[in-house]
């Protein structure tokens, strides 16, 4: 199957880390895994893809295996705004969702 | 405006209605992507827009599912004789350019369709 897999669910105490993992183990050598997150209603909203190489920005840092096979999400310090459904994507000429992961950050 | 925006935020239809559903993409983007989000799932490609032209519609469930963008902007995703089963989130997206891996998509925030 071309989804990536995902833990349902998660929670993560504010100011902690909250690391969200991702299976993606038949991606091919050209797609791109993008993470993206959803609040209640709203449309996902970007936050940080790769290829290869781990990759950081002002929201979150992302580290991929060597194999590429998965990759890991870090919120460096949750806050409870961070409260969303998580989802790693694979991008061919697309975006391929799975069910994301539910995080919920608590005080 | 500076993000996706999408219209009407809300829709109710009884079963045999059409709808149509519209997406102001980020000015300037070339490409458009429609998606569908059913409860609890995570969205589902439906079809894909460079400019005005449809490059890829394999994501529509039925040829009720009809979509446009006539000038390369504005796209409206049209559902004729609706079902309740096509009940959903549409979500719209674009991005700057061809809408290859590695250009970012952006999301407006939906229309959530209820089909009675």
């Known amino acids: 199957d071309a989804k990536t897999t995902q833990p349902t669910s998660m929670d993560c105490a504010e100011g902690r880390a909250a690391n969200l993992p991702c299976n993606h183990s038949t991606i091919s050598g050209n797609e791109y895994v993008y993470w993206y997150r959803q609040i209640h209603s709203q449309g996902p909203q970007y936050i940080i893809h790769g290829l290869k190489n781990n990759e950081t920005n002002e929201m979150a840092s992302l580290i991929i295996t060597e194999d590429r096979k998965s990759s890991t999400l870090i919120l460096p310090h949750a806050t409870l705004r961070d409260t969303a459904v998580y989802y790693c994507?694979?991008?061919?000429?697309?975006?391929?969702f799975g069910t994301g992961t539910r995080l919920q950050v608590f005080p | 405006g500076a993000g996706v925006s999408q219209s009407p935020r809300y829709k109710v239809a009884k079963r045999g209605q059409d709808v149509a559903l519209r997406c102001d993409p980020i000015?300037?983007?070339?490409?458009l992507f429609w998606y569908q989000q059913a409860l609890g799932q995570g969205p589902e490609f439906l079809t894909y827009f460079q400019n005005e032209a449809q490059l890829d519609k394999s994501g529509l469930p039925s040829d009720r599912f009809f979509a446009e963008r006539p000038e390369g902007s504005v796209s409206t995703l049209k559902i004729q004789r609706t079902q309740q089963e096509d009940s959903a989130v549409y979500l719209c997206?674009?991005?700057?350019?061809?809408?290859?891996?590695?250009?970012?998509?952006?999301f407006g925030p939906g229309t959530r369709l209820l089909v009675l």
């Open positions: 994507t694979r991008y061919t000429d697309k975006l391929i």
């Open positions: 997206a674009s991005s700057l350019a061809g809408g290859g891996p590695g250009e970012t998509q952006y």
């Open positions: 000015s300037g983007h070339v490409s």
